[in-house]
C-alpha cells in the first residue's frame, strides 16, 4: 500500500470547477471532489494551507499551475513524494504537447488529454511519463463495450476516427460547399462473440429520446460494415454488433457543416510584358495557436507553357510539376494563426495562351491531430 500513487485525478479550475477527471482504481467516488474547494479555502483563511488536505477518509494531494489546480485523491496511506512527482510531471507533459497549460488547451484538447491520463498512470501506479514515448506509442481509444450474454465487461480496443473536412470557396472568398468526411475503425481482439453497441450523437436518435437538438449532428450517406445489425439501427439509431477479429471499417459518413477554411489561400497574379508572370499566394492559419497543421501541401495550377520556374517562400519549400501544371509549397508545420508568403516566378511566351485556358482552383490538404469540426460523439 506505500506504493499506492493516487485513486484518481482531477483537473479544475479555479472555482473548483472539475474539466477533466480520470477514475483510475474506483474506490473514492468522483463526488469528493466537491469538497476540496471548501476544504482548501477553509485552509486558507485559518492559515493552515498544506500541499495535502484530509477530509474524512480522503486526502486531496494538490498543485496549482497557471489557472488550472492538479489534484489527486486516495484513501489509502500512499507514496505522497510519488503523487507530487507525478503531477509535476503531468504539468510538464501537458505543457510539452499544448505549449501552454490552461484552461483553454485542456478543453481544445479533450481527446488527447484523456488518452494521456491513460498512458500515464494505469490502476494508481505511474506509468510512461516520457513526452518523447508518449508521442510514439501512437495511443489507442478506449470505449466501454457491453457484452449482452448476462455479462458485462470493460474491454480496450483500438478506435480511430478519420475526418475530412471538404471545403470548397469562390474567388470572392463565399464558401460553396462545406462538408466533412469520416470513417470510424476498430481493431478489435474479443474472447466468444459479444454483441457491442456503440451511440451517436446522432439528431434523428436525439430527437427520438427527447434531449434537444444543440449537440446533436445530422448524418448523411451513412455506410455500416456487414456486422452492422441495420434493423437495430433504423429502429432506435444504435450500432448494434458483433465485430470480426482485427481491423476492420465500422461505418463511414458524411455532414454538412458550417466551417471556414482552416488555411485561408489568398493569391495575386501580375503580367509583365507579355513574357513572364509572377504569382504571389499568401496562406493563412484559420484555427486556434494551439493546434498545428501538418504536412501541407498548397497546389497553385500555372499555365500549360510556363518555364523557367523561380521561387521564393517564407516557409517550406516549392517545386514545380510542368506535368501537371502545378507548384506544390509544402510546409512541414504550419501553426494556427500564422501568415506565410510564396513568390513564384515563371517565363511566359504566351500570356493570351493563359487567358484562354482560364485558371483552375488552388487546392490545400493538410493534417490537424486530434482536431475536430465535425461535431461527432461516439
Given at each position: ?7 484518481a485525478?482531477?483537473?479544475l ?9 480520470r ?6 467516488g ?5 469538497n ?6 477553509q ?11 484530509p ?10 499551475h ?12 500512499g507514496?505522497?513524494?510519488l503523487v507530487?512527482?507525478?503531477?509535476y ?8 504537447y ?20 491513460d498512458?500515464?498512470?494505469d490502476?494508481g501506479f ?6 518523447k514515448?508518449?508521442q510514439e ?10 457484452a449482452?450474454?448476462e455479462?458485462v465487461m ?16 469562390n ?7 462545406s ?12 474472447s466468444?462473440?459479444?454483441e457491442?453497441?456503440l ?9 427520438l429520446?427527447?434531449?434537444?437538438k444543440?449537440k ?14 441495420l434493423s437495430?439501427?433504423?429502429?432506435d439509431?444504435t450500432?448494434?454488433f458483433?465485430p ?6 465500422l461505418?463511414?459518413?458524411r455532414l454538412?457543416t458550417?466551417?471556414k477554411?482552416?488555411?485561408w489561400?489568398e ?9 513572364r508572370v ?5 496562406a493563412k ?22 518555364d523557367?520556374?523561380?521561387f ?10 510542368p ?5 506544390i ?6 501553426p494556427?494563426g500564422?501568415?506565410?508568403l510564396m513568390?513564384?516566378?515563371f517565363?511566359l511566351?504566351?500570356?493570351e ?6 485558371r483552375?482552383?488552388i487546392?490545400v490538404?493538410?493534417e490537424?491531430?486530434y ?8
Open positions: 500500500a506505500g506504493a499506492m500513487a493516487a485513486s485525478l482531477f483537473i479550475d479555479l472555482k473548483g470547477k472539475p474539466l477533466i477527471s477514475n483510475y482504481k474506483g474506490d473514492v468522483l463526488g469528493e471532489i466537491e476540496f474547494m471548501g476544504v482548501l479555502l485552509r486558507e483563511e485559518e492559515g493552515a494551507l498544506t500541499p495535502l488536505l477530509h474524512g477518509k480522503v486526502h486531496f494531494l494538490w498543485i496549482k497557471s489557472n488550472l489546480y492538479l489534484v489527486a485523491t486516495t484513501k489509502k496511506n507514496n505522497a513524494s507530487y512527482s507525478f503531477l510531471k503531468v504539468v510538464e507533459v501537458f505543457c510539452e499544448f505549449k501552454e497549460l490552461e484552461e483553454e488547451s485542456i478543453r481544445d484538447n479533450f481527446v488527447i488529454v484523456y488518452e494521456l491520463l498512458e500515464l498512470m490502476f505511474p506509468q510512461t511519463t516520457d513526452s514515448i508518449l506509442v501512437g495511443m489507442g481509444m478506449r470505449i466501454r463495450v457491453v449482452l450474454m455479462l470493460e474491454v480496450i480496443m483500438s478506435m480511430r476516427m478519420l475526418r475530412g473536412l471538404v471545403v470548397v470557396v474567388a470572392n472568398g463565399s464558401v460553396l460547399l462538408e466533412v468526411v469520416g470513417t470510424i475503425k476498430l481493431k478489435v481482439f474479443l466468444g462473440m459479444p457491442l453497441r451511440g451517436l450523437n446522432d439528431r434523428v436518435l436525439f430527437e429520446t427527447g434531449r434537444g444543440n446533436s449532428v445530422e448524418l448523411e450517406d451513412v455506410k455500416f460494415h456487414q456486422c452492422v445489425r437495430r439501427f433504423d429502429n439509431r450500432i448494434s458483433i470480426p477479429d482485427g481491423d476492420f471499417e461505418m463511414s459518413y454538412n458550417q466551417v477554411p482552416l488555411i489561400i493569391s495575386v497574379i501580375e503580367k509583365f510584358s507579355h513574357s509572377e504569382i504571389m499566394v499568401k492559419g484559420q484555427f486556434k495557436k494551439q493546434s498545428v497543421a501538418n504536412g501541407v501541401e498548397i497546389a497553385v495550377p500555372v499555365p500549360s507553357d510556363a523557367s520556374p523561380k521564393k517562400t517564407s516557409v517550406g519549400s516549392a517545386k514545380y510539376l506535368e501537371k501544371n502545378l507548384v509549397w509544402s510546409i512541414k508545420s504550419f494556427g500564422k501568415e506565410h513568390r513564384a516566378h517565363g511566351p504566351s500570356v495562351k493563359e487567358e484562354e485556358e482560364g483552375a482552383p487546392s490538404r493538410f490537424i491531430p482536431f475536430t469540426v465535425s461535431g461527432i460523439q461516439v
